[in-house]
């Protein structure tokens, strides 16, 4: 039989794992549903480095991104709760014992520089998030072999409410986040960014020193050359070229923000910074962009020529996309180059919108959320959306943290009620009964 004291020492140490695995799952899984699209782009990075850029271009990213994200939340809910501990514990070591093997794969090979476990939030190495999974590893084993030892904090005739409502939960903010941006953005332009300071290098910081290798042919041997000693036979020939870091520095939150003109081909990066106000439609690819709200697009520029305001259209897509796109839509803006994960970094929508005043973003809406005439009534500097919204990251956070334990707590009182009453009614004594008299 157990010593007493061993036992409490286990089941303290089982519920402190849980614990922490319930923060980790629940934090990942958030993460995910709060962004389902830097999660898209991150499923097809592994697609391509494990050679399946074939399944790229359909659904499945987006159903393993939304899967990724229910599973990962409603299983942290569950260990938070101590509710389905069997089952919980079963999934939570299967999920671990299939990301840290791949993640030993991606900290050796390295095909991808960041597993995007935690998205924009937080950026881990891969040997630092293999070393993290072999930790969660060794809870979840403990975890699993005393899952019974886990305090639950509903009664039984509650799991199955906490269980349907914590997936319910993350399944409809998912759905909201994927048509109307991420609620917490933490990406380097985010609402108030000022973009000019993020590109600049403070004084005295070292810049990081890059070499370009350049890697030639020759009899069927390679052999790779610098720029020092590049080959001058021209028996050499040319096979590919990469540049690698070779001097760690300070790299500037934002390095690729340039903007080129369609119409002449110069560089209209400062103008567009340092307008008053100027309006940027973001598509990485208009072949793929969603046209529904083009009429509404059309509106809001034909605002920004009423009132003065610059509007460009920045895209990464071909002269033959963009006139496709011109004839389809009938649009009269003016279009411009950037690149492509840029694009993808500013805004996940496709098309996307963004309000720049003196280069810092005040305003960001989805292809299913664009202002239109009932906001864009006067010019910009007196109406709301001319400035820069109120509401605070802790605002968005006390939000969160209302809408989803804000009905769990309901639930839980509601359940203590219930028993505390039916408990009273099993202690009332029965009233007696009167002997009737027989006529």
């Known amino acids: 039989m157990e010593n007493k004291y061993i036992h409490k020492i286990a089941v303290t140490g089982v519920n402190i794992c849980r614990f922490l695995l319930a923060f980790v799952f629940l934090f990942s899984g958030f993460i995910k549903a709060n962004d389902p699209m830097g999660t898209v782009y991150k499923i097809q990075d592994y697609f391509e480095a494990l050679g399946g850029e074939v399944w790229n271009s359909g659904f499945i990213p987006y159903l393993v991104a939304w899967a990724l994200a229910i599973v990962e939340f409603t299983l942290g809910s569950y ?28 900290a050796v090979a390295n095909p991808i520089s960041d597993c995007g476990c935690f998205g924009d939030a937080i950026h881990l190495s891969n040997w630092n998030t293999f070393w993290k999974n072999i930790v969660l590893l060794i809870a979840t084993i403990f975890v699993f072999i005393r ?22 939960f993350i399944f409809l903010f998912t759905y909201f986040t994927l048509n109307h941006l991420p609620v917490f953005d933490f990406r ?15 004084e005295g910081e ?20 610098t720029i020092d000693n590049f080959p001058t036979d021209s028996t050499w020939h040319f096979v590919e070229s990469q540049t690698v870091l070779k001097k760690a520095g300070y790299e500037p939150p934002i390095k690729d923000f340039v903007i080129i003109s369609n119409d002449d081909g110069f560089d209209i990066t400062e103008d567009v910074l340092n307008d008053e106000y100027v309006f940027l439609l973001i598509s990485p690819w208009l072949e793929n962009a969603d046209d529904s709200s083009m009429d ?11 009132y003065g305001y610059k509007f460009y259209c920045l ?6 996309a963009i006139s496709r796109w011109q004839d389809y839509t009938g649009a009269e803006y003016p279009f411009a180059t950037m690149d492509e994960i840029t694009l993808k970094t500013i805004i996940r929508s496709n098309p996307g919108l963004v309000l720049l005043k003196n280069g810092t973003v005040i305003r960001k809406w989805s292809n299913f959320s664009m202002p239109d005439e009932y906001q864009l009534t006067d010019s910009l500097d007196k109406l709301p959306i001319g400035n820069l919204d109120d509401n605070t990251l802790w605002t968005k956070i006390m939000e969160m943290l209302i809408w989803f334990f804000g009905p769990l707590a ?25 002997n009737e008299k027989k006529i």
Request: charged share 25%; net charge neutral.
């Open 79 to 106: 260990l938070l709760f101590g509710i389905r501990r069997r089952l919980a514990s079963i999934l939570c070591l299967l999920f671990m014992l299939v990301m840290t093997p791949l993640t030993l794969w991606l």
């Open 147 to 168: 899952n019974r030892d886990i305090v639950k904090l509903v009664s039984d005739k509650m799991d199955w409410l906490v269980a349907m409502y914590s997936t319910v």
């Open 188 to 202: 380097p332009y985010h609402i108030g960014a000022d973009i000019k300071a993020g590109m600049e290098i403070p």
């Open 206 to 225: 070292e810049l990081p020193e890059y070499e370009t290798i350049f890697t030639y042919q020759k009899d069927g041997v390679n052999k790779d050359f």
């Open 296 to 306: 509404l697009i059309n509106e809001i520029y034909d605002y920004s020529l009423d």
């Open 315 to 320: 895209t990464a897509s071909s002269d033959e």
């Open 410 to 434: 309901l639930f839980i009182i509601i359940d203590i009620i219930w028993l505390n009453v039916r408990r009273k009614k099993k202690f009332i004594p029965a009233p007696e009964k009167k």
